[in-house]
């Protein structure tokens, strides 16, 4: 490009090679911003990283059968692996992420280290057994962009990858939100992320003091939930891989804090929802029905327990787990 004669050297165009550089530059700082500054997933990559860990180190001291248990937040802040163990005389391994994964991700972790034998059950929400959800959420890829892909690093998973390229490139994209979240947290010094990676136990549950009693009480809703034709094909997944793979797979309940007036319609339509999934896969039930009143028993939502809610409510699994293995006996 000519440069006309008298023009002043400040305002002369920069090279195009300059531009260029200075775009891609940019373009590599957002992406790796994306991936690797992102305070949510860094965390749960964290959180997995250190379950995958605890999971191949009891696989080499165990021949017996064991227990994982997946599924959402519910199960991470939850579920106490010691108290399964005690109960059922099983090594057993919390293998929960988070609900934003989606579902699909979240049964191909809890699935990824178990050997013929062992036993999987799935405390997914509810909420997120619906079509919207059944396609790896952007944090679940952003996870497997740092781990072993949305296979969880299974050579022959339930739910295969399901991404296109244009995923992966949405997922490297930070966009406007996110900067600028991440802009004002910095700048004013508050976490960029509201739970720590020291908040995991050894025994692979979650927990935090929680500066506030927990307000995240449910109210009845009659959603009537019912499972449309790609979630039967989904949970029809998980059994043909059961069954081929010589593992048994269970749902349950998540625990939820409900209003004392929406309690008992909460509890008849979380029978009816276990009833519809009992279609699908065996089911593990308990007195609760997944409806809990006290919210004192909650942290900062309606599904994070506390320490000791979570025992109490793992203790009820064991013993449901217990109680369907005799029965099938």
Wanted: net charge negative; hydrophobic share 40%.
């Amino acid at each position: 490009m000519e440069i006309p004669e008298g023009v002043p050297e400040k305002q002369r165009p920069w090279p195009w090679f300059v531009t260029l550089s200075f775009t891609v530059c940019a373009s590599l700082v957002a992406t790796s911003l994306s991936i690797f500054g992102d305070p949510e997933v860094n965390f749960w990559t964290a959180i997995l990283d250190l379950k995958t860990d605890q999971a191949i180190a009891l696989k080499t001291e165990t021949r017996g059968p064991m227990i994982f248990v997946g599924g959402g937040s519910n199960c991470s802040f939850s579920i106490h692996a010691d108290v399964l163990s005690n109960v059922t005389g099983m090594p057993t391994l919390n293998m929960g992420g988070s609900a934003g994964m989606g579902y699909q991700y979240l049964v191909n972790f809890a699935m990824s280290q178990a050997r013929e034998g062992d036993f999987i059950i799935l405390l997914l929400e509810p909420e997120i057994l619906v079509a919207s959800e059944r396609k790896p959420s952007m944090t679940a890829t952003k996870v497997a962009l740092r781990r072993d892909g949305i296979s969880a690093g299974m050579e022959d998973p339930p739910f295969a990858s399901g991404m296109t390229p244009r995923d992966y490139l949405s997922a490297a994209s930070p966009g406007a939100k996110f900067l600028a979240t991440f802009a004002a947290k910095s700048l004013s010094g508050r976490p960029l992320y509201r739970y720590q990676v020291n908040s995991f136990q050894k025994n692979g549950v979650l927990t935090f003091d929680a500066e506030e009693p927990n307000s995240d009480v449910e109210g009845y809703s009659p959603l009537q939930r019912k499972f449309d034709q790609e979630i039967v094909e989904d949970l029809r997944k998980i059994s043909t891989y059961a069954s081929e793979k010589k593992i048994r797979v269970f749902y349950a309940l998540p625990w939820e804090a409900f209003r004392p007036d929406a309690l008992d319609a909460a509890r008849a339509e979380h029978a009816r929802f276990l009833k519809m999934m009992s279609l699908h896969l065996p089911v593990l039930q308990d007195k609760m029905m997944g409806a809990v009143e006290d919210n004192s028993w909650f942290l900062d939502t309606g599904y994070h327990m506390t320490l000791e809610a979570g025992r109490a409510r793992s203790h009820f699994l064991a013993e449901a787990l217990l109680q369907e293995l005799n029965f099938s006996q």
